[in-house]
């Protein structure tokens, strides 16, 4: 059983006119085999929060902790958190031309596990992960995110989660750009990883229509760049159904 605990956090962004505060302090706990759903309108933090557990440099945390299993996650380089078992599906997941598909895998795995895959064994888990995604097998030979379309780079997000096996699945607006083959499909995959490993899984969403596919243990609302309430999956509906009004009424 592992946790990832986020405590007090605050995080800022240098903007053109100075720094700018985003979280403002934001307490959240997650334990192996929970998904949590974090919903909330536009600007309102979610993709900051993402971005701060995996140590993209340009988000900085001003107060609060980040601890994974007891362990300071802040001192870890972002290789280090990988390692330690944090994955980040991006929203918008980077082009990186003249390196396939394939190679990028392995290296990533051997990155975070400390050592190359046997070669045969591993060649049958690519094959097996990419059939359960309906991935074509010459996507292999691709280069990692060049000329893929929407659908495509988020099943290859999901297809990395399967592949490398976190503790903690962090999912940054995985259903945007989705049709509603691609968006099953990639739901499948998520809800795989989470039943085959017991992956803790924070997805982050401004829409209902993922929850239909993935179902959340918690839901919370992001609003100003805190959490404004949560509860369980029957949140989601009520947002479904009354949308963010009441919440940024309430921050103003």
């Known amino acids: ?65 980040i601890l994974l299993d007891g362990e300071d996650v802040l001192e870890m380089s972002v290789d280090e958190r990988a390692k330690a078992g944090l994955f980040l599906a991006m929203q918008y997941p980077v082009e990186v031309p003249g390196v396939s598909v394939s190679n990028f895998l392995r290296t990533a795995r051997t990155a975070v596990d400390g050592e190359a895959p046997k070669l045969r064994t591993w060649v049958g888990e690519v094959k097996d992960a990419m059939e359960r995604l309906r991935m074509n097998p010459d996507f292999a030979n691709r280069d990692v995110n060049s000329g893929f379309s929407g659908g495509e780079k988020k099943r290859h997000e999901i297809l990395q989660m399967e592949l490398l096996r976190p503790k903690f699945g962090i999912l940054d607006e995985t259903d945007s750009g989705l049709d509603i083959d691609a968006l099953r499909i990639v739901s499948e995959g998520v809800n795989r990883v989470h039943e085959e490993t017991n992956t803790g899984i924070m997805l982050i969403t401004h829409y209902t229509r993922i929850l239909n596919y993935i179902k959340p243990d918690f839901v919370h609302v992001f609003v100003d760049g805190r959490v404004a309430e949560q509860g369980g999956g029957e949140l989601a509906e009520r947002l479904e159904a009354e949308g963010y009004d009441r919440f940024l009424q309430a921050a103003h």
Do not use: C, F
């Not at 605990?5 to 240098?14: G, R």
């Not at 903007?15 to 505060?21: A, F, I, V, W, Y």
């Not at 971005?51 to 609060?64: D, L, N, Q, R």
């Open 1 to 65: 059983m592992s946790t990832l605990e986020i405590k007090n956090l605050h995080v800022q962004v240098e903007t053109n006119d100075g720094p700018k505060q985003i979280l403002r302090g934001v307490d959240l706990t997650i334990n192996s085999g929970e998904i949590h759903a974090i919903m909330g309108p536009n600007g309102s933090g979610k993709s900051t929060l993402a971005y701060s557990i995996a140590g993209h440099p340009k988000y900085e945390v001003t107060e609060g902790e």
